[in-house]
């Protein structure tokens, strides 16, 4: 199974939901690995969707098929790329021509629906209009306050800053600009004094 | 105390009749000095003391928000109404005293919005006149669709399709011109908020047609005040201030409150902002409720009452006020 309830915590933190079909002429959806599951079950709920679904997916490197069943759907138009930040400028282009009435789903990692509503949110859609569903990995996409240098997929607490090395600890505070939890330097008073590494909510 | 209700005390310095129904009335301080700044889509609540009773009724504001020297408001003229806009049309006269409040808005512009399309029916044209101002000093995106029963009555008609040919349609009804919404709707770029005034069934449809078509509801935004209506006079008592009294035919609850001396919260008059809401302790009757702000299972509990628009039938009603 690949959902994950988080436990509650500071508002700051996003929480997810369930998809559900809306009225709207268009769909977009964006996934990312086991994100597709979440879409499998949103066509469930209203398999016409699927004619106006514009799908962009990101497959996992060991992909089992996910990207294969997508297809099968025949969805209006469907995307399989190699990365997310690869799609940006798609992304971009999609939103840029979209109208009033689309609706947005998002489904997968943290770090692909946050940035994918980041970029829904600045071509004008309210963020409280974006659905979301949370499946997979609970890796996160974090931001030193220090360096302010990104850390894709991080998945203990602490862990090393990419970019300048700090190690960080790993918090709630999210950032909707960036699309990206907050790391603060754990050892600051006490330099050296790290504690063990644990993976997140393990 | 509510924000809304710090007053200011002003002169009437113009009165313009417009066409058969609307007339503006342009108020500066009294004291000479400048008023507060407002954002488009704010209203004043204005005092008026017709004989025994005082009525207070909220006005959009449709100067331009930069100009801190005047404000002015357009006022439809309700025959059937309980006598608010009768008041102004038949008794203020230029230099005359009057008292207004600070600036509320509950119908602002959202500002992250790409682009605005308002809608606006007859006199619900005021609030776009001032926020159409504020958003030409900042190069705002907007277009105006405005529907009115003609050219005789239509208010500033002339001023806006002069000042903004591209941007402003305005539809006839009596010469069967009439809004094509669907099509409006359909096609609007991402990011666009819809701005409603006018009347109720104006404001549903445009409502319900953009939630058909999968619009946020955050990008529908509307105002719709709602006058008081008149009703059988009715007993009040309030708890808190240990005082009972009578509410007259053409007075309102809230009203009624005011004139017994008690300072009750308030902000828009108009069954819409939420803030004058009151609990009941007890009622040997039936309320009416008028506003649309409680949810309907608040109203079916008889729990709550929003004093601005609501009644009351019965025996006695007791409130926690
Ligand atoms: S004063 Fe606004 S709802 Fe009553």
Not at chain 2, 4 to 27: A, M, Q, S, W, Y
Not at chain 2, 125 to 134: C, G, R, Y
Not at chain 2, 139 to 154: I, K, V
Request: negative net charge.
């Amino acid at each position: 199974m690949s959902t994950f309830k988080f436990p509650p915590s500071i508002t700051s933190r996003p929480v997810y939901g369930t998809l559900e079909p809306r009225s709207g002429k268009h769909h977009l959806m964006i996934a990312d690995a086991e994100g597709a599951e979440a879409l499998f079950d949103l066509v469930e709920k209203d398999p016409d969707l699927i004619a106006h679904a514009h799908i962009m997916y990101f497959p996992a490197a060991d992909d089992t098929g996910y990207a294969e069943k997508l297809k099968a759907f025949s969805p209006s138009k469907l995307y399989v790329g190699p990365s997310y930040s690869a799609a940006v400028p798609r992304l971009r282009r999609i939103l840029q021509d979209a109208h009033m009435g689309l609706q947005v789903y998002l489904a997968g990692t943290e770090g692909l629906m946050g940035q994918a509503m980041s970029e829904a949110t600045n071509a004008g859609i309210p963020h409280t209009a974006i659905q979301t569903e949370h499946r997979g990995s609970v890796a996160r996409r974090m931001q030193c306050v220090h360096c302010k240098g990104i850390t894709e997929n991080v998945v203990t607490d602490p862990f090393t800053c990419s970019h300048c090395g700090l190690n960080l600890f790993v918090r709630d505070h999210y950032s909707r600009r960036i699309a990206a939890f907050q790391g603060v330097c754990v050892d600051a008073e006490d330099p050296g004094n790290v504690p063990p590494k644990r993976e997140l909510y393990s | 105390m509510s924000a809304g209700t710090n007053k200011i005390g002003v002169v009437v310095t113009d009165i313009v009749p417009l066409n058969e129904l609307v007339t503006r009335f342009k108020f500066e301080r009294a004291d000479g000095g400048l008023l507060p700044t407002f954002s488009g889509g704010a209203h004043t609540v204005i005092e008026m003391k017709d004989g025994e009773t005082t009525r207070l009724n909220p006005y959009s504001l449709m100067s331009d928000p930069a100009d801190r020297h005047a404000y002015t408001i357009s006022v439809r003229r309700d025959d059937a109404g309980r006598g608010g806009s009768l008041f102004l049309h038949k008794n203020v006269r230029i230099g005359d005293e009057m008292v207004i409040s600070y600036p509320v808005n509950l119908f602002a512009l959202d500002l992250r919005a790409h682009k605005h399309l308002m809608i606006a029916g007859g006199i619900g044209i005021t609030p776009f006149l001032a926020q159409i101002k504020q958003l030409s000093a900042t190069n705002g995106r907007f277009e105006l669709h405005y529907a009115c029963r003609n050219q005789a009555l239509g208010s500033y008609v002339d001023d806006l399709t002069t000042a903004h040919p591209n941007n402003v349609h305005v539809y006839f009804d009596d010469d069967g011109q009439a809004l094509d919404l669907e099509n409006l709707l359909d096609g609007q770029p991402l990011g666009t908020h819809i701005y409603i005034c006018g009347p109720k069934g104006m404001i549903n449809w445009v409502r319900d047609t953009a939630e058909r078509l999968g619009w946020p509801r955050e990008a529908v935004h509307y105002e719709e005040f709602l006058a008081p209506q008149s009703g059988k006079p009715f007993t009040v008592k309030l708890a808190k201030s240990d005082l009972e009294f009578e509410v007259g035919e053409h007075q309102s609850l809230l009203e009624a409150i005011e004139a017994a001396g008690v300072d009750a919260p308030y902000l828009c008059r108009g069954g819409a902002c939420g803030q004058c809401e009151t609990d009941v302790l007890e009622a040997d009757g039936e309320i009416l409720h008028r506003d649309h702000w409680l949810e309907d299972d608040e109203k079916e509990s008889g729990k709550k009452i929003m004093p601005c628009v609501s009644r009351f039938e019965g025996r006695i009603i007791v409130l926690d006020r």
